[in-house]
T-cell receptor
Framework: AQSVTQPDIHITVSEGASLELRCNYS??????LFWYVQSPGQGLQLLLK??????LVQGIKGFEAEFKRSQSSFNLRKPSVHWSDAAEYFC?????????????FGGGTRVLVKP | DVKVTQSSRYLVKRTGEKVFLECVQD?????MFWYRQDPGLGLRLIYF???????EKGDIPEGYSVSREKKERFSLILESASTNQTSMYLC???????????FGSGTRLTVV
């Protein structure tokens, strides 16, 4: 069974600074990988996804993530954070193939942005 | 855009009540999911359905059941609500794994 670990529960970053959120997964083959963002009081929105090909994936809102097979990681980055990026971020992994397309989520990282 | 609608944003129920959480999607998706979200635990899968009248248990199905009589609607049922079921409940649907999930806005359930 697959699993996802997000080691950082909270991260505080200054507006304009860079941001990196860590995600490590456990799965026996190449997985499908996702990052979602949840703003306060909202559902989850897909930021980006990786299935195959180029290991550097671009997403919405200026985010990118890099798949590193050797480290079983899929870290999310943004070069310059805006106050609106304050939210909770979830990494998720899907198996290939997955009955019903189930995803397994990490525990989430809450990002606070200081002015 | 695909829309997933959860009928209630906030619910307060008493211990022992039967609770229905409704979810409707408007894009003819075959797969639908119910997750609960708790601080520090992320999202945990309760049940999912890959077709009408078809359902499978997720990771934490105890105390829950589901119903999918029509393709667009997936209901989560708490047969006898308990305080440990106080949580945020998220519904999602997907057409294929390439697209990723579309989530509803969530229902925050408090059981007193």
């Amino acid at each position: 069974a697959q699993s996802v670990t997000q080691p950082d529960i909270h991260i505080t970053v200054s507006e304009g600074a860079s941001l990196e959120l860590r995600c490590n997964y456990s799965y026996g083959a190449t997985p499908y990988l996702f990052w979602y963002v949840q703003s306060p009081g909202q559902g989850l929105q897909l930021l980006l996804k990786y299935f195959s090909g180029d290991t550097l994936v671009q997403g919405i809102k200026g985010f990118e993530a890099e798949f590193k097979r050797s480290q079983s990681s899929f870290n999310l980055r943004k070069p310059s954070v805006h106050w609106s990026d304050a939210a909770e971020y979830f990494c998720a992994v899907g198996a290939r193939p997955a009955a019903g397309n189930k995803l397994t989520f990490g525990g989430g990282t809450r990002v606070l942005v200081k002015p | 855009d695909v829309k997933v609608t959860q009928s209630s944003r906030y619910l307060v129920k008493r211990t022992g009540e039967k609770v229905f959480l409704e979810c409707v999607q408007d894009m003819d998706h075959e797969n639908m999911f119910w997750y609960r979200q708790d601080p520090g635990l992320g999202l945990r899968l309760i049940y999912f359905s890959y077709d009408v009248k078809m359902k499978e248990k997720g990771d934490i199905p105890e105390g829950y059941s589901v119903s999918r009589e029509k393709k667009e609607r997936f209901s989560l049922i708490l047969e006898s609500a308990s305080t440990n079921q106080t949580s945020m409940y998220l519904c999602a649907s997907i057409s294929d794994r390439v697209s990723g999930y579309t989530f509803g806005s969530g229902t925050r359930l408090t059981v007193v």
